[in-house]
């Protein structure tokens, strides 16, 4: 078993940068992967950016240039910088963290855990 305690949700206005982390542990050895899911009301949950154990990272289209995502093994944490936001990235990520036949794209899923949950609000 794998937990994932995320932190860093919250509102911020147009423009503004939050920051998310995930901190993993337990049975982490089996990871490839971890990434950031996120999900609005009425839409599919999307993968918004992974990393995987060789530190290639992945992006979705809409939040290239804007968001980096990042890990510090030594913590077993992975972050979320999120700059420029937009109303349109408002929505609860989600952290997952698995094994998966592609890490990078997390397609083909083997193994995956999942944190509870931030909530990130963009409004002015």
């Known amino acids: 078993q794998v937990q994932l305690v995320e932190s860093g949700g919250g509102a911020v206005q147009p423009g503004g940068s939050l920051r998310l982390s995930c901190a993993a542990s337990?049975?982490?050895?089996?990871?490839?992967?971890m990434g950031w899911y996120r999900q609005a009301p009425g839409k599919r949950r999307e993968l918004v950016a992974a990393?995987?154990?060789?530190?290639?990272?992945h992006y979705e289209d809409s939040v290239k240039g804007r968001f980096t995502i990042s890990r510090d093994n030594a913590k077993n944490t992975v972050y979320l910088q999120m700059n420029s936001l937009k109303p349109e990235d408002a929505a609860v990520y989600c952290c997952?963290?698995?094994?998966?036949?592609?890490?990078?794209?997390?397609?083909?899923?083997?193994?995956?855990?999942w944190g509870q949950g931030t909530r990130v609000t963009v409004s002015s």
């Open positions: 997952s963290a698995g094994h998966f036949l592609n890490p990078a794209t997390q397609i083909g899923v083997e193994e995956v855990y």
């Open positions: 337990g049975s982490i050895f089996r990871i490839n992967a």
């Open positions: 990393i995987t154990s060789d530190a290639e990272t």
